[in-house]
């Protein structure tokens, strides 16, 4: 009876209201017993607990990935791990709705703005899903003496440690697991602690759609323990993070013991640049949604408005005006376009970013401070903010905020323009808005970003590559090259006379 008993509670995600952790296909406390809460950030109230996982919990989570990997893993063909890929995607379509209401009580966006990422969820998954079958090395000619058979072989990197942010936490899952089962590689992943829910009823839809123990793990916890347990695990081959610059540099530090292979998707302080021929009408709610959507809380967001001097009044007041048409509140209120930050920290950081930009002398037209009254009276609310009469070296220019307010800076014409979007120790995302099509691609090659949306802001695709020049990251994400980051090459060369 009591192995039986055993047996159901390692089937159940819960115990008595606190998630536990996924190791080795089946659901556990973790080692400390130790715990902390999550909480709603539209009304503070408690949502549930979440294991809190440590070094032991790596350890044991690691150690089944690397079964796995050398495991019946090993010896899925790609149509096998395609076909869990497109079972998963299936499955994740069918709880689209639930998966969305996770996002929204955990982290606040929008209902809306979380059901409108269903096409690219969905297509995340099945565009993996199409890679899978994809892999293979290459036929070399050679001139090396006498007659060789040459080939590359590409095998899966191996356990990969993955690490997310809160921002986005549907999407930024499945953008990890994606490439490692397409690939045949295991996992390992370390949900930002503030928003685990998501993260852990996938890893649910995981095991449903028949992914084998220990593929993928699931350990929760903070990013100084378990997070940084993982960095450092000699038995983790990449890491695959996704954050802070701050963090990323404590990720490379802690990747050198063994070598890790590393790929990193970390902030920015994109530039979105309006031209005074470019349709405004268009460009004035492409430029407040480029910042405001998600309450700033994207790493590609176009935070630094640089606008053409003889708009840049009438420009900067209609985005402003913008700004106040913005309903702000509970994220579950399908009318809701801008909901709360993610938690108190977040808050308190962003309203300190509001007093600097004020002691720095940047105005704001509109916002410029938390909502409290009211519907906003417990949740951790920041009115959409446009700071006017910015100069590109204040730090509201160049720190990330990573909250819904934008610097507006005035420049007089290309060079100057294409010189302030650069001079930025970042290089994510970038926005051009102009009717002329020659000025607009001098733009695109001139911006040193990963990322240059014309006349359009934020619009990704699973097949388009994504990440970071400078201080914004290492590798790309999407577009079909970022499998390669999940494979080795192996060369064989073949003496046959
Ligand atoms: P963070 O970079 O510290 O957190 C991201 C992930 O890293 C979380 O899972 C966290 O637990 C983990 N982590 C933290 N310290 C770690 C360590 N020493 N070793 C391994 N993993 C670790 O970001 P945080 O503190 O949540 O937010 C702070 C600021 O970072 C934000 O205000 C924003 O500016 C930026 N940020 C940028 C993101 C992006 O997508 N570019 C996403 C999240 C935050
Ligand atoms: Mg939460």
Redesign the pocket.
């Known amino acids: 009876m009591a192995a039986v008993e055993s047996l159901a509670s390692k089937r159940s995600i819960d115990s008595g209201g606190t998630k536990k952790l996924l190791i080795d296909g089946n659901w556990v406390s973790p080692s400390s017993g130790e715990t902390f809460e999550t909480r709603n950030p539209a009304n503070n109230n408690l949502l549930g607990r979440i294991a809190s996982g440590n070094a032991r919990d790596i350890e044991l989570a690691v150690g089944a990935a690397r079964r796995a990997f050398e495991g019946p893993w090993s010896k899925f063909s790609p149509f096998e791990r395609q076909r869990i890929l497109l079972k998963f995607a299936d499955l994740v379509e069918a709880n689209f709705e639930d998966l969305c209401v996770l996002d929204t009580l955990d982290m606040g966006v929008p209902i809306s703005l979380a059901r409108s990422r269903k096409q690219r969820a969905l297509g995340l998954i099945r565009f993996y899903a199409g890679l899978a079958t994809t892999i293979h090395g290459d036929t070399i000619q050679n001139s090396i003496p006498g007659e060789f058979f040459t080939y590359t072989l590409k095998e899966p990197v191996g356990v990969v440690g993955a ?5 986005a936490p549907l999407t930024s899952t499945i953008w990890k697991l994606g490439p490692v089962l397409a690939t045949g590689c295991t996992m390992v992943l ?5 928003a685990s829910l998501t993260p852990l009823r996938l890893g649910e839809l995981l095991l449903e759609a028949g992914l084998p123990d220990g593929v993928v793990n699931i350990v929760t916890g ?3 323990t378990a ?2 347990a ?2 450092g695990h000699m038995g983790v081959d990449k890491v695959a ?4 610059h ?2 990323g540099q ?2 490379i530090e ?1 990747a050198k013991g063994n070598i890790k292979r590393v790929t990193l ?4 302080k994109s530039p979105d640049i309006v031209f005074a021929d470019a349709d405004l009408d268009a460009a004035v709610p492409g430029a407040a949604m480029a910042v405001f959507m998600n309450s700033g809380q ?2 590609s967001a176009g935070t630094r408005l640089l606008v053409e001097r003889s708009i840049y009044d009438t420009f900067v007041g209609k985005v402003a005006d913008y700004a106040k048409t913005l309903r702000v509140g509970d994220g579950l209120d399908p009318d809701t376009q801008i909901g709360p930050l993610v938690s108190a920290e ?1 808050l308190a ?1 962003v309203k300190g970013y509001l007093a600097i930009g004020r002691e720095e002398g940047a105005q704001a037209l509109v916002g410029g401070d938390q909502l409290s009254g009211g519907a906003h009276a417990d949740g951790f609310f920041v009115a959409p903010t446009v700071l006017a009469g910015v100069r590109n070296d204040m730090r509201v220019a160049q720190e ?3 909250g819904p307010v934008l610097s507006a800076i005035a420049f007089d014409d290309f060079d100057e323009a294409a010189r302030i979007a650069n001079a930025t120790s970042f290089g994510l995302g970038s926005g051009v808005w102009t009717r002329d099509v020659g000025k607009a691609h001098r733009m695109a090659k001139s911006i040193r970003a990963g990322t240059v949306w014309v006349n359009c802001y934020a619009a990704m695709d699973p097949a388009v590559p994504f990440g970071g020049y400078k201080m914004s990251g290492h590798g790309r994400e999407s577009g079909t090259q970022h499998i390669d980051a999940y494979l080795e090459t192996k060369s064989v060369i073949m003496k046959v006379a």
Not at 190 to 194: H, Y
Not at 241 to 244: C, D, I, M, P, Q
Not at 265 to 268: F, I, N, T, V, W
């Open positions: 690490i997310t942010p809160w921002n370390k949900p930002a602690e503030q903070y990013g100084e997070g940084a993982l960095a993070f996704t954050g802070s701050f963090t404590k990720i802690a998707e970390l902030g920015g994207i790493c977040q950081r990330e905020i990573f």
